[in-house]
């Protein structure tokens, strides 16, 4: 098992002291290897459950258990080093650095894991995605869909065991939506790394094999059900 | 890539900004070295060890004004004392030592000032345990010199070399018209003697204009030995002849040198060496002049280092405590400006902590930033200021007659570096805290 979400539980309070229920998911689970779309109405919580699954929130209650480990039960300096080392993530705006190089991206990403820098593995990454001839070059020298492939590679630097993927081609023109899809699917299959990947495109998510919608196995209201008793 | 090579990057990526701010650093530190150096060799040329005499003699008056013009040669005379009573010094059990100068004349290259002595003062040490190291023959004419080395840098001049000299200061006008060679050339000492020309004093007396009319010496003589009767007779008597000589017309107070007797010759001061071992019979002597003649002793350490915690040493510290200030308001300038920054950077912050960068790693990654910016600033004013005193020594040295080493590193100057580390720590913190406590999830979704 490579990913195993248990009794998740997610709330936010409002400044009036409301609490707002985002998840409450009883059971989801992924095999190592497995490539996941997951699709979802916008404000349904999918960005919220790709956090507390990489660790960059906590859920209320539940286990998110990544690679055998329970990522919700770790304290916070052992969840950041987890997350560099076994957790990849790709956004849907990119968020590579403006004042790094391409290259410099992919190093960053290596920077804090505490495996130490593979100059020559972020090089090949780079390669992989088309970008051998681009390494010196600043994300703003690049176009949309070639940031894109930066931050495929950069979120592949560490080895993960888990890639995310939040709606990565929702920024990219339709020429290269593909493209990155290809690449980030088959970087996957051929690393044998599970993805999980956010959508709302139904023509993205109709190539996935298993597709997952949020709505089905997410029931907010368990919070309040359970805040109640 | 490691933290230091990250907050490099940020500090790039807002060149301008990271420029300026440094650049305010470097402004305060450059300052606060120029301080340091030019305080340094005034603190070099006034210690005690730049003085290889233990009293200086003069004419009542300031202790002050006699040891900088007697010893640092950066004032005029403040009167003369007869020549008999430098006799009477050197008959002195008390002293070891007693060295004349007789000085007021500048040469007219370079206005350096022209001192008469005698070959004992070149045979002492002119600080403790150093001699002086002469390059060339003795003085053996009367208008022969000896020249320090930095009279002879900045002059050009060299033995064989000739010149003339103005009488009473730069300013007198009137030039004497003797010539006078160099015969050797100092090596360089760091002190007042590097911007001197020696000359002997029988070749000062010999400088026409340089004697005075007998009446007025006559006078001299009995103001001075007041108290002293029976040298007083005795110093008149010598004048006899010479009033005799006017009275017949045939004096010429201009050119006496021949048979000029003691009494009607003056000298500017008296430097005095004491036996080390006993310092209390330097006292004595000094206790002796203050009621005695119209003479007094001046301790030159003493008179210096009340100089030097006194007003010196104020204002060194007023100058250090206001680029201290200044570095301080630059060290504001570098909080603003990553203060100012951080809002633009949380999405960064967020970036990497999504990747895997602990809280302590971006704080750590804001307070290099600041450290980068506060150390860099620092090391460019420090080699600027000292860049600046070297290209600026020879015009301090010809301005205050101060020696610059412009490489004299000075304990405040050790103390700098762990400070600025210290501001950049202070600056530092408050952004750092504000990347510590960055939410991720918001600063990913702003």
Not at chain 1, 151 to 175: G, H, M, Q, Y
Not at chain 2, 210 to 216: L, M, Q, T
């Amino acid at each position: 098992m490579s990913l195993l979400l248990e009794s998740i539980r997610k709330s936010y309070r409002e400044p009036g002291g409301r609490r707002i229920p985002v998840l409450g998911i009883e059971r989801f689970e992924m095999k190592q290897g497995e490539q996941v779309a997951l699709l979802g109405s916008s404000g349904g919580g999918k960005t919220t459950l790709l956090n507390i699954i990489s660790g960059i929130l906590t859920p209320d209650a539940g286990r998110v258990v990544v690679d055998g480990r329970d990522v919700a039960a770790m304290q916070e300096v052992v969840r950041d080093h987890f997350r560099a080392a076994r957790i990849g993530i790709v956004f849907q705006t990119f968020n590579l650095l403006p004042a790094f190089t391409a290259l410099e991206n992919v190093l960053l990403g290596m920077s804090f894991s505490g495996k130490g820098v593979d100059k020559t593995f972020a090089k090949q990454l780079l390669e992989r995605v088309g970008l051998g001839h681009r390494l010196n070059h600043s994300p703003q020298q690049m176009s949309v869909g070639e940031q894109q492939r930066v931050a495929v590679a950069r979120s592949l630097a560490n080895k993960p065991v888990l890639l995310l993927a939040d709606e990565p081609t929702a920024n990219v023109d339709p020429a290269n939506q593909q493209l990155i899809l290809d690449l980030i699917r088959d970087t996957c299959r051929d690393h044998n790394v599970t993805l999980l990947m956010v959508t709302h495109s139904l023509e993205v998510a109709g190539s996935f094999k298993r597709v997952e919608k949020l709505q089905d196995f997410n029931r907010p209201e368990l919070c309040l059900q359970e805040q109640a008793t | 890539m490691n933290l230091l090579t990250i907050a490099w990057k940020s500090i790039r990526q807002r060149r301008l900004a990271s420029s300026l701010t440094a650049l305010s650093i470097g402004l305060g530190v450059m300052l606060m070295v120029l301080v340091l150096v030019i305080f340094g060799a005034v603190d070099s040329a006034f210690n005690q060890t730049s003085v290889g005499y233990d009293l200086i003699v003069g004419p009542k008056g300031s202790d002050l004004q006699l040891v900088l013009s007697a010893v640092y040669r950066m004032q005029p005379p403040i009167e003369n004392l007869p020549y008999l009573f430098l006799e009477q010094m050197q008959k002195d059990p008390r002293v070891v030592s007693a060295v004349p100068l007789a000085f007021g004349d500048v040469t007219k290259e370079g206005s350096f000032p022209i001192v008469g002595t005698t070959t004992q003062y070149f045979e002492n040490e002119y600080m403790p345990r150093r001699k002086f190291r002469i390059r060339g023959s003795r003085i053996n004419g009367l208008f022969d010199t000896i020249i320090g080395s930095e009279v002879a840098r900045e002059n050009g001049w060299d033995q064989g070399s000739q010149f003339t000299i103005v009488h009473g200061g730069a300013d007198s006008g009137h030039v004497h018209d003797e010539k006078f060679t160099v015969v050797a050339v100092l090596a360089p000492t760091g002190t007042a003697n590097d911007r001197t020309v020696f000359l002997n004093l029988d070749g000062f007396y010999a400088i026409a204009g340089h004697g005075k009319p007998v009446n007025e010496i006559e006078k001299r003589l009995k103001d001075f030995y007041a108290a002293d009767p029976e040298r007083l007779v005795a110093a008149l008597k010598q004048l006899e002849g010479v009033k005799a000589e006017e009275a017949a017309g045939s004096h010429d107070h201009h050119n006496h040198a021949h048979a000029t007797p003691d009494a009607m010759k003056e000298i500017s001061a008296i430097l005095i060496k004491t036996d080390p071992d006993k310092p209390y019979l330097g006292v004595s002597l000094m206790s002796d002049l203050q009621t005695g003649y119209q003479a007094m002793a001046a301790n030159p350490v003493r008179t210096i280092q009340r100089l030097m915690n006194g007003l010196i040493g104020n204002i060194q510290k007023a100058l250090v405590a206001l680029t201290a200030i200044i570095i301080l308001v630059s060290g504001v300038g570098i909080f603003v400006s990553i203060y100012n920054s951080m809002s633009d950077r949380r999405r960064e912050i967020g970036i990497m902590r999504a990747l895997g960068a602990q809280r302590m790693h971006v704080f750590g990654i804001i307070l290099a930033e600041s450290a980068l910016l506060c150390i860099g600033g620092g090391l460019l004013g420090w080699l600027t200021g000292h860049g600046i005193a070297i290209v600026a020594s020879p015009w301090i040295v010809n301005q205050t007659g101060l020696l610059i080493n412009p490489w004299a590193l000075n304990v405040w100057e050790a103390v700098l570096f762990p400070v600025l580390v210290g501001l950049a720590v202070l600056v530092g913190f408050l952004p750092a805290m504000t990347a510590y406590r960055t939410n991720v999830a918001d600063a990913l979704s702003s």
